[in-house]
């Protein structure tokens, strides 16, 4: 039903993406820190700034976990905001479903979202469709996107059926009536599908091909979705759309990033000066402030030494010599098996403790992990310049090495976040230098 030359952005990613942005783990960890200086007292109060955060980096409520839920500020932001809801309800649908899964229930696009993944891992969800079946009809697009996706006949009838009867009341049901009949008039539909800016934004390209273009000085858009006109081909004004996007630069730069405008030298000076001209962002003040600075003094490129070498092929060869070295030097001969979990241990409360929701591959196996080397104990070689986090590999192995009760040890040269060096006191990992002499190995 949606154009293929339409996309939604949920939020602005272009500002975490760019290559080289040294400077996000640390913005990162601030966050973090502040959150969680308010998790020991359920009633102390989380920064608006800081929560808001959340509406543009709802992955953080991966390295936080469900007990964030239990500071009352973060839980009533989270159950009043659809998108940091799903984010977390897919990381640990058991811990949270019970609390937060109603405030998700009138948002069809995080409906779908949660469906999708419930139904790539193979999980259950608690609540039937049944439970979110007003939410899909209502917001009309995304249940009949779902019904066509799962062939369910009644859904899209009913949504046919609701739309029809709507058509003069809901911008929902008016979009959804003129995508679904086209030789109906768009005229009588107009003003009310103005009233809501995604379903106008999914009906640019309908009103352009009847002769009435939606110009944005029409609507009182918000930043988000002026930027989504300003992407549009079928967009009347996008300098106005711009213009409006301007309010939020995280909106700004994820135009400017999606024109591919930036690969321009002097597009891009002139870009940065603008920006930095602006008011500092309410909420991501310090990120747009990386950000700015890796944009004009991006990292080196680093060529490999030999021209002809066959570019990733030889790297990830010289990345395995140079593992082969270290574990030669430590005495530990390399593992070449992949672990997987048992189901029964997927369902066990330890594994959902360390390690979360579990994760499938393509063709339904469960996800595993190789271990470095199992001599002895366990070892697991990390180096490069990034900082180290409890990623799932690590959180998986870490498992793996309780249920055995043998130790995981971790060489690294990286930076070591302060997450993983609780995580480390908590489960007992080892956490080493590399061997000195050795030269170092970039993953």
Known sequence: ??????????????????????WKSNFDENVLKNIRKSLNNTNKPVSDKTLNILNYRPDLLKRIGPHCLNNKSINDFIVTHPRP??????????ETSHEIEHSISNSGE?????????????????????????????????GYHLGTETNNLD??????????????????AAALFLELNKDEPTHPYRELILQNQFYTYLSLSRFAQSGYP??????????????????SPDCKNQSACKTIAAQDSAWLIEIAHNNHS????????????????MQCHPYLDEAIDGYLETLENPLPTIFPAKPNAPGMLQALTDG????????KDLNLG??????????????????????GVCQYTKQGIHKGTVLDSTDGGYTEIKSGSSMIYPTRQIRLQTFKATIDEKTLTIYTDRPISDELKRWSKTYGVKLMPLPKQLPLLSL
């Open 214 to 231: 939606v110009d944005p000085v029409e609507l009182n858009l918000s930043p988000k979705w002026a930027a989504h006109f300003a992407l």
């Open 155 to 172: 859904l899209i009838s009913e949504i046919k059926e609701w739309s029809a009867d709507e058509r003069y009341t809901r911008s929902s």
């Open 85 to 94: 809801a799903v984010t977390l309800l897919k990381c640990f649908y058991e």
């Open 262 to 277: 930036l690969l321009e030298s002097d597009y891009r000076t002139r870009f940065i000066d603008e920006i930095r001209s």
């Open 1 to 22: 039903m949606l154009p293929p030359h339409y996309k939604l952005i949920p939020y602005p990613k272009a500002i975490w993406v760019d290559s080289g942005n040294y």
């Open 110 to 142: 995080n409906i779908i979202e949660l469906i999708s993944w419930a139904k790539l891992n193979h999980r259950s969800l608690k609540n039937t469709e049944s439970f979110y079946r007003t939410g899909l009809v209502i917001d009309s697009y995304w």
């Open 334 to 355: 390399k593992n070449k098996i992949i672990w997987r979990p048992t189901q029964e241990q997927i369902e066990s409360p330890l594994f959902k403790k360390i390690v």
């Open 320 to 327: 395995r010599e140079a593992e082969e070295r270290i574990l």
